[in-house]
């Protein structure tokens, strides 16, 4: 309710919380908040159209959701290359208008109607996913006046997400790359790895796009695959060079056979990185486990630009 009185104050605003259940939570109590959930959450029309399945609760139960399907692919038409959207796929400006087919993508409809309503309601990875990497894309529809993060205890697990990265042994197979040469304790070793790792995929692309067999039947899914983990992998050099002394190497972790499985990467202070997610004119961070100094010093902020408001005494019996 707090959250609510801030957001109504500003008369537009972000409400960011931690889980489905949470944001469960909100829309019961707060209906002007406008929900984003993640696409597992809703059916494909377009598998559904495939698979005939007429009942979007089937199609949950076989798993036709959204995060299966292919809202873009790569389709050769009159000879050439071209990325063919999801028929089902409605635009920003059709929802903004109130002009979008009533058959449209039920995860895009909630998503669009969020952001051009005035106060919306996102999980951390949602919110954090569209701040980092679609700002861009959606700059007009993010000016708003603040952001309420609630849980704000665990912001910085959600940073870290965003800014560490993981390499897995079925990567290193495909890029035919044999893991005993490296060491896995050791950072330069691990940026060699993310180097070697993004010359193989591009030498992969390279190799398939010349052959004859993908030039008559293009699998467009899988060049588009490679090229995800080739990008990947030169931007996990990219990060670590920006800043060694910042990230630490984790033990990998490894089979019962004691081989290679996977190895992560991570910064030791996010806080270089977490102002680049909070950019509204205000911010609210609600929480029953912070202080005012450490959260401070962790989230990067001025200890001179925040107020911090506390209770004496908790107003729940113990």
């Given amino acids: 309710m707090v959250g609510a009185t801030v957001s109504n104050y500003f008369d537009s605003s972000f409400t960011v919380t931690a889980s489905k259940h949470l944001q469960d939570q909100y829309i019961k109590d707060i209906p002007f908040l406008k929900p984003v959930k993640g696409k597992q959450n809703f059916p494909c029309l377009k598998l559904m159209s495939a698979e005939k399945v007429d009942n979007a609760r089937r199609a949950m139960r076989w798993g036709l959701s ?35 087919d009533s ?47 609630d849980e704000a205890h665990k912001i910085e697990d959600q940073i870290i997400q ?46 398939i796009k010349e052959r004859a067999a993908f030039q008559n039947n293009p699998d467009y899914e899988l060049i588009t695959g490679l090229e995800r983990r080739h990008d990947r992998s030169a931007q996990a050099k990219i990060d670590i060079m920006s800043d060694k002394d910042n ?26 990185f977490a102002n680049s997610f909070f950019e509204t004119e205000y911010q609210i961070f609600m ?22 408001v506390d209770t004496m005494k908790s107003p729940f019996p113990i």
């Fill in 66 to 100: 959204c995060d299966k399907g292919q809202c873009q692919e790569r389709i050769s038409k009159n000879g050439k290359e071209v990325i063919e959207i999801c028929k089902f796929k409605p635009t920003i400006k059709q929802v903004e208008e109130n002009i979008a």
């Fill in 103 to 149: 058959n449209s993508c039920h995860h895009y409809m909630q998503k669009y109607e969020a952001l051009v309503s005035k106060h919306s309601l996102w999980n951390y990875h949602a919110f954090f996913t569209i701040m980092k990497f679609n700002k861009k894309l959606f700059e007009e529809y993010l000016d708003r006046k603040v952001t309420v993060f």
């Fill in 162 to 207: 965003f800014v560490g990265f993981d390499i897995f042994s079925g990567q290193v197979d495909e890029c035919n790359l044999n893991s005993e040469k490296y060491n896995f304790s050791d950072l330069d070793s691990m940026i060699q790895l993310t180097d070697d790792m993004a010359y193989s995929y591009a030498k992969k692309i390279k190799d």
């Fill in 247 to 272: 990230f630490v190497v984790n033990d990998p972790v490894k089979d019962l056979n004691g081989n290679f499985r996977t190895i992560s990467v991570k910064p030791i202070d996010v806080s270089k």
């Fill in 287 to 308: 929480s029953a486990t912070i202080d005012k100094s450490s959260f401070c010093e962790n989230m990067g902020l001025e200890k001179d630009d925040v107020a911090f």
